[in-house]
């Protein structure tokens, strides 16, 4: 009985150690598992246990802060910080507050963004913490290169008589905002882009639709994708059916004996512009009315539709309500097209982007011709004065001229075909009274001073008043 007794001991005890060892070596490969983890993290971890020692870090965080465990595994964090290793404890104010803490933290010189994460046992305490860093250094460099580059154009802007701030001024393909208007178009388009809504772009002629669009497709996910620009106006009549839904072999007299795809198949997957769309004849506003609600074309002469993905942006510098009531523009076809309408406004109602445009557009034509011309003051006052009637257009093709046809290095008011006949209408169109009069000669003066003296502050002390007095008299006086 003993034997038997002694022998079913044995048996028990050796499956007890078997299953001891099994669940060892599950316990092994889970810590394996967790150290793999924590070590394959891109991110700087370290953990600190309830009494404020270290006790694990992963090779990112040495990477990161070029700390060896040596140095922290073991230690006292406060020794750590004593010692000089960093420059204070997060795991010691996360340990003291029980809850998350984030600071700045200085090691080996760099500057880290460190977050401290409490791990609470059952019950309520602290048991650990973990502590996760990134690198904010080359961020403050960045920071601090941004105020330099502010500064310069802060110097910059007052030069040209733009006061504002710098970050308030967008530049973007060609694109130059600073204004209230044009910032919200910008930031409108920018938000409808990732999406597939249709657009119709409003405003007159030479506003810049295009460049609108071509901001709204690069900043679209199609932006890889192929980009078909098609002018209504410019496609004759008879050819623009053929043009935009292409047709089939021998579909009439002269086609191309083996069909030819429409600009909306060349379009798939990418976006279509259709520019001066108030010019698409009545007789095809059906047939792209089809095509836009089903997204699929026939071809001329074809029987078969052809589904397209098709993202679909048009522009008009008319009034469509105004033909849609006329019986020019289908009624539907303008719903359809009017699911995001973005109004650009014209050049003459945000006058804050006009010395800017200017200045992007010399210094195009000056890298273009190899020149190095310059406006003064009295020519960008006088290009803030006038109307502009063709818009940003008319601005660039007048530059464009002025570099190549004014003889010396400055561009002033007198080189600008519209300075003089400005004036003189100004002075027929003003009223006699003692009021204007006195105004007109405020203005007269100022823009000699401005022009004589360059600087507003050398053209107040030309005129015997403050600078901020100037200021506020070319504001309201509209120069």
């Known amino acids: 009985m003993i034997g038997g007794i002694v022998i079913t001991t ?98 080996n010189g ?11 046992d059952e019950n309520g305490d602290v048991s650990y913490v973990v502590t996760n860093l990134r690198d904010i250094s080359a961020l403050k460099m960045l920071e601090q290169e941004l105020m330099r580059t502010k500064a310069l154009a802060d110097q910059y802007l007052q030069e040209i008589k733009v006061y504002q701030r710098r970050e308030d001024i967008i530049r973007h393909e060609g694109v130059i905002a600073h204004s209230r208007q044009m910032l919200h178009v910008l930031h409108l388009a920018q938000k409808i882009a990732p999406f597939n809504s249709t657009v119709l772009l409003l405003g007159e002629s030479g506003v810049g639709k295009e460049v609108i669009a071509n901001l709204i497709q690069k900043w679209s996910p199609r932006s890889d994708k192929p980009f078909i620009k098609v002018n209504c106006a410019a496609i004759p009549k008879e050819l623009i059916e053929s043009e935009l839904f292409g047709y089939e072999k021998g579909a009439f007299t002269g086609a191309d004996s083996r069909g030819r ?22 007789s095809l506003q059906g047939k792209l009315l089809r095509v836009l609600q089903e ?24 009034d469509l309500e105004s033909l849609v009531k006329q019986g020019k523009f289908r009624e539907d076809l303008y719903y359809r097209l ?61 530059i464009e001229r002025l570099v190549i046809t004014t003889e010396t290095d400055h561009i002033t008011a007198i080189h600008l075909p519209f300075s003089h006949s400005s004036s003189s209408l100004e002075m027929k169109q003003a009223s006699k009274t003692m009021k204007d009069m006195v105004r007109n000669l405020e203005r007269e003066l100022i823009l000699k001073a401005i022009s004589e003296y360059k600087t507003t502050r050398k053209a107040a002390q030309a005129l015997g008043i403050s600078q901020s007095a100037l200021v506020k008299k070319m504001q309201r006086l509209g120069i």
């Open 10 to 107: 044995l048996e028990q005890l050796q499956t007890c150690i078997q299953e001891l060892n099994a669940v060892i070596r599950e316990l092994q490969k889970k810590v394996a598992l967790y150290e793999g983890v924590i070590n394959a993290s891109y991110d700087p971890i370290f953990i600190a246990d309830k009494h404020g020692y270290g006790i694990k870090m992963n090779e990112a965080y040495t990477q990161v802060t070029g700390i060896t465990e040596d140095q922290l595994i073991g230690r006292h964090l406060k020794d750590v910080v004593q010692d000089g290793i960093i420059s204070e404890s997060v795991s010691l104010k996360v340990l003291q507050e029980k809850r998350r803490v984030t600071i700045i933290q200085h090691v």
């Open 110 to 120: 760099k500057d880290l963004l460190v977050t401290g994460n409490p791990i609470f």
């Open 261 to 282: 795809p429409g600009l909306f198949e060349q379009a798939h997957t990418g976006t279509i512009f259709l520019d001066e769309i108030g010019e698409m004849p009545l």
């Open 295 to 318: 997204f699929e074309v026939t071809r001329i002469g074809g029987r078969q539709t052809i589904k397209i993905d098709v993202r679909v942006i048009s522009a008009t510098n008319q």
């Open 338 to 398: 009017n699911i995001i309408p973005i109004h650009i406004p014209p050049l003459r109602e945000r006058q804050e982007d006009i010395p800017l445009l200017a200045h992007y557009f010399l210094e195009r034509a000056n890298q273009k011709y190899r020149l190095n011309k310059q406006f003064t003051d009295d020519a960008l006052l006088a290009m803030k004065s006038y109307a502009w009637p063709g818009n940003v257009r008319e601005m660039q093709n007048l």
